[in-house]
């Protein structure tokens, strides 16, 4: 029985139902007994396993086929109508022509199946931020894990009320034909269809796709941000909360960061890192005219392998109950382990595959993209204020990226515009970090090159235009974790000593610490860097904190390759940052 009467919804659910033609429809209530009826049927078939309930309460495994372990950038498209409004980093094709090709594949993909209507929020139901969905799937694992990672349930049918205003997700596994999966955004029609993939990156609609491809084309027109950043607090001794939001390439340390645990001697001061967010941020302007940003998911869709009671023991505590672990190994007694968790290997335990596995085969256990999915409040540092619906005021905006040699340990921009140039010239380098090999530098501007829904030039563009309307502005900084030495050794700690840097970024932020200005903007004195009990001497901070101008000569012509792809629409004020820096490093 449906579980609205909002025409638009029903209109669509039957539309789409004729498509694929299930063998009956399931309107998702979000209930417990209904998702408990659900993890029976998926445990029935296969599709889940139930993990030992008395070490993991809640908590199921998933195995996604073989073929379909990531998100697929190649076979991602936006499709627009002007291939322009796409731009150069995005793969596009005529609405229609996508259309007339999802069509044929999606046409009876739902024979001899269930098709189930999933209503879920992205941000708190109701609140400023919210934005509504629906997914159709027929899969048990996109329910089950979009009950974790959303508000999902009838409360969001009550919420939409008459309006036809909620973003269309149309999912089926089909065959899982790698060949003809497509993860397909129609920006101007607020619709997402995603078919023969079964993997959460690829099917969990109001992630990716929705929260950042959609949502930043949404924002660009409603004049907010959806940004892949993370959110943390950071609760100095007085108990001031002070947030700061921060975008990383994946594979940065994002999650380690969101539920960083300072130094020993910072707890003992009375300092707490409070975790909003560790993916994504919707970003407004608040009444007081500062930005204030919100998580607009309700859980974890974290990478498992490297996550440990050491590297980070709260993403370890957020998946101890009511979680979904895919592709991880599977031992004996059902319950779950990952490279890098420990050094135990369990014995007569299964692979990510499904088959008998072999520690001394020298094969990995769980594929390195394997996963687990954890409710956010479960987290033992998740922020007092996660679901509060204004969100939280944000003191500074952070970029980062992997570099070997270029990037100082931290930096902070000038001011708004220089911030935005900061972003739009983020770059990772693969390193081989053993033999201190320099790799290849692939740009990620503000970690969106496989997120922006719309052309990237534009999207400077929007940046840009918010800081002109937002009087109290965030500032704006970079940081570097992975300066390497010659023997390609990281210099920095990381983790838990990133605190030090968070440090200084908010005394900057609140006026609180003098800088050096240099060529690319302001460093830190490297005397107000705390390095107590830290193992790092003032000579070693000195040279994470170089800037060295050969290196950015090079720099300055990567970003114009870079640059030159965007044409017309790259924003002039990017272009007389990139002037100013040349200027500055003569
Ligand atoms: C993610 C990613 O899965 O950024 O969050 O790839
Ligand atoms: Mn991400």
């Not at 290849?440 to 503000?446: A, E, F, H, L, S």
């Not at 940081?479 to 200084?504: A, Q």
């Not at 932020?509 to 490297?526: H, L, N, Q, S």
Request: hydrophobic share 40%; proline share 5%.
């Amino acid at each position: 029985m449906s579980l609205t009467t909002n025409k638009a919804v029903l209109t669509w659910v039957d539309e789409m139902a004729a498509i694929v033609q299930p063998d009956s429809i399931v309107w998702i209530d979000g209930s417990e007994e209904q998702l408990e009826e659900l993890r029976a049927i998926g445990c029935s078939t296969g599709e889940m396993i139930k993990l030992n309930q008395e070490l993991l309460p809640g908590c199921y495994y998933h195995r996604s086929a073989v073929n379909d372990v990531a998100r697929v950038e190649d076979r991602t498209f936006i499709c627009c109508k002007n291939k322009e409004d796409a731009g150069p980093t995005n793969n596009w094709m005529d609405p229609q022509e996508m259309k007339n090709k999802l069509m044929g594949i999606f046409a009876g993909s739902m024979k001899g199946r269930t098709m189930y209507v999933i209503p879920y929020s992205m941000s708190v139901i109701g609140s400023p931020f919210a934005k509504y969905g629906i997914e159709i799937t027929d899969s048990i694992y996109v329910v089950l894990s979009m009950a974790i990672m959303t508000r999902m349930g009838k409360e969001v049918y009550d919420a939409l009320g008459d309006s036809p205003d909620f973003i269309k997700g149309l999912h089926s596994k089909a065959d899982l034909d790698a060949e003809k999966r497509y993860i397909v955004h129609f920006p101007e029609e607020n619709t997402i269809m995603s078919v023969n993939s079964g993997y959460g990156g690829n099917v969990l609609l109001g992630k990716k796709c929705f929260a950042l491809r959609i949502a930043s084309h949404l924002g660009k027109q409603e004049n907010w941000m959806a940004e892949h950043m993370l959110i943390l607090g950071i609760e100095n001794p007085k108990g001031e909360v002070r947030y700061l939001a921060a975008a990383f390439p994946s594979a940065c340390g994002k999650t380690n960061l969101a539920m960083l645990i300072p130094p020993e001697l910072y707890r003992k001061k009375g300092y707490k890192v409070w975790c909003v967010g560790d993916d994504i941020a919707w970003i407004r302007i608040g009444e007081d005219g500062r930005l204030w940003a919100t998580n607009p998911e309700n859980g974890f869709f974290g990478v498992a392998p490297g996550t440990s009671a050491k590297s980070n023991p709260n993403a370890l505590a957020s998946t101890k109950k009511n979680s979904i672990f895919t592709n991880v190994v599977l031992t004996e007694d059902g319950n779950v382990w990952w490279e890098g968790l420990d050094k135990n290997p369990p014995k007569n335990a299964l692979n990510w595959k499904g088959e008998p596995w072999d520690t001394t085969d020298g094969s990995k256990g769980a594929h390195p993209n394997s996963r687990f999915t954890a409710p956010a409040e479960n987290c033992p540092c998740i922020s007092s204020e996660f679901n509060n619906p204004q969100g939280v005021p944000l003191s500074a905006i952070v970029f980062g990226g992997r570099r070997a040699k270029t990037a100082p340990l931290v930096y902070q921009s000038r001011d708004w515009q220089h911030g935005v140039f900061v972003g739009s010239v983020m770059a990772s380098e693969t390193t081989a970090a053993a033999t201190g090999a320099v790799g290849v530098v692939r740009r990620d501007p503000m970690a969106m090159l496989p997120f922006c829904g719309y052309n990237m030039g534009d999207y400077w563009q929007h940046w840009l235009n918010m800081g002109e309307m937002v009087p109290n502005k965030p500032k704006i900084f970079n940081v570097n974790w992975f300066r390497l030495d010659d023997d390609g050794n990281f210099i920095w700690p990381g983790f838990g000593d990133n605190m030090r840097v968070l440090e200084w970024i908010m005394a900057r932020c609140f006026d609180e610490v003098d800088a050096d200005e240099t060529a690319i903007g302001f460093v830190p004195k490297p005397e107000d860097i705390n390095l107590e009990e830290s193992g790092v001497s003032l000579e070693t901070l000195r040279d994470l904190l170089s800037v060295d101008k050969e290196l950015w000569k090079t720099e300055v012509e990567g970003i114009k390759e870079f640059y030159a792809k965007f044409g017309d629409k790259l924003p002039t004020a990017l272009r007389e940052e990139l002037s100013k820096l040349e200027e500055n490093l003569k």
